[in-house]
């Protein structure tokens, strides 16, 4: 592998698929030529698409997030190990939206995953202890003010946290923006990602994802 390539995991929130991505996904792509972007689609089923972990019942229940983990590291091992990043995570990033936010957050808080950035889209921390220790993965946390389904204090929270445990972060509270990806928003994370994983900038397209 190159040392300039690249590896870019978008994750999708609930209810949806790897299709919800694409957009933002082609757009990425076009700006990074270098850059692998994957898209996957969540492990478990959900009656609208699919799901990386169930909100029924407690969501937060030990063999919940036990199995939660187990498939997002499955899932995240399957495509680094086909993409030949297993000895270059300081070239990988995750981008989260939703319930992909929050996954990739617990990934990185956790220590799981020391990853090269990570940009959460409208996502939370799960209350669990952040781990500091040598993972310093770069965060960028982007949330709608107008956000009805999680607060963008859930964001504003996070970013205390991770900076508590030593982590760089970023926190960008965008005004009359609900649940999604703005324009701004996809421009901005991706400004973020071109610095953090160092690549030379470019002019960052006009986004539209839902």
Partial sequence: MHADKTLIMLFHGIGASSAQLIPLASSYQSSLPEARVVVPDAPFRHQYGREWFSIHGDPLAPDRICRARKAFDATVTEIITREGFENSLDRVAFVGVSQGAIVSLDAVASGRWQVGSLVSFAGLLPPFRVTGGSNRTPVLL?????????????????????????????????????????????????????????????????????
């Fill in 142 to 210: 982007v949330h709608g003010d107008d956000d009805r389904t999680i607060p963008a204090f859930a964001s504003t929270m996070a970013a205390g946290e991770l900076r508590a445990a030593g982590y760089q972060v970023e926190l960008d509270i965008q005004p009359h923006v609900g649940h999604t990806i703005s324009p701004a928003g996809a421009s901005r994370a991706l400004a973020f990602l071109l610095r953090t994983l160092s690549q030379k900038p470019v002019t960052a397209p006009k986004v539209s994802a839902a």
